[in-house]
């Protein structure tokens, strides 16, 4: 059935974010949508759950206040497809993927693929922290939800962001190939962890991948995006030495 809250307090991305996360957290909870205009927000649940569920998971943060709980009809809720879904991640894909491998057929050598890795890491970092740079904060707090570091030491995710462009940098002029490689390796595996626990856990996190601008959600294709980081990395690793 549908649950519908009015809340005060939702003020940005942030706070969308935040609201999203703890009603998640309860059992029965299939989705929620929030309007941050309007703080109208909208529960999917398997099952009629009391408004003080809710109101307790607000409890330890009293910015937020349900002001005019009602429940009203079930209503059915059409899941979107793949291609709906992941569209603006399989954009940016194809986009730096097809960027990369035109310069890299530029080589006067013939195709050169550590020109297209190297093209395609520093795409992937430059764009990326560009989505995350329109909104720091809200990235950091939705980062925080799953990657292992972040939850230990929430500034992390605001130091990630500058880290990934200054990544972006760095492949693009080709700084110190052979460190730049190794920490990406690193990087990426550390993240890796995270996002494999929160899959497995079968929790309902928006991945921060692409910032707060889409709404894209943790899955196995996030797997698959740091797996082919670290894959790239590592290969670039082995043709320097």
């Given at each position: 059935m549908q649950q519908t809250y009015q809340i005060s307090?939702?003020?940005?991305?942030?706070?969308?974010?935040?609201?999203?996360?703890?009603?998640?957290?309860?059992?029965?909870?299939?989705?929620?949508?929030?309007?941050?205009?309007t703080g109208q927000t909208q529960v999917f649940?398997?099952?009629?759950?009391?408004?003080?569920?809710?109101e307790a998971v607000l409890a330890p943060y009293p910015k937020y206040k349900i002001i005019q709980p009602q429940n009203v009809e079930p209503k059915a809720?059409?899941?979107?497809?793949?291609?709906?879904?992941?569209?603006?991640?399989?954009?940016?894909?194809?986009?730096?993927?097809?960027v990369s491998v035109l310069v890299a057929a530029q080589s006067l050598n013939g195709f050169d693929l550590m020109l297209a890795m190297r093209g395609f890491m520093a795409g992937f970092f430059l764009v990326f922290s560009f989505f995350k740079l329109l909104d720091v904060r809200a990235f950091a707090e939705s980062y925080a939800m799953y990657d292992i570091v972040a939850k230990r030491f929430p500034v992390w995710g605001y130091l990630y962001v500058f880290t990934e462009l200054g990544l972006?940098?760095?492949?693009?002029?080709?700084?110190?190939?052979?460190?730049?490689?190794?920490?990406t390796l690193v990087l990426m595996s550390v993240s890796l962890v995270g996002v494999v626990q929160s899959v497995l856990n079968k929790q309902k996190i928006r991945c921060a991948c692409l910032g707060t601008v889409f709404n894209l959600p943790m899955s196995t294709v996030t797997i698959i995006e740091d797996s082919l980081m670290i894959a790239m990395s590592a290969g670039m690793l082995f043709f320097i030495r």
């Open positions: 307090g939702i003020t940005c991305a942030a706070c969308e974010f935040k609201i999203k996360y703890l009603f998640k957290e309860i059992e029965g909870v299939d989705s929620v949508e929030v309007d941050m205009q649940t398997q099952k009629n759950i009391p408004a003080q569920a809710f809720e059409t899941p979107a497809s793949f291609l709906q879904t992941y569209r603006p991640l399989l954009l940016i894909f194809g986009y730096i993927s097809a972006g940098i760095a492949y693009l002029v080709d700084f110190q190939p052979f460190y730049t490689n190794l920490f």
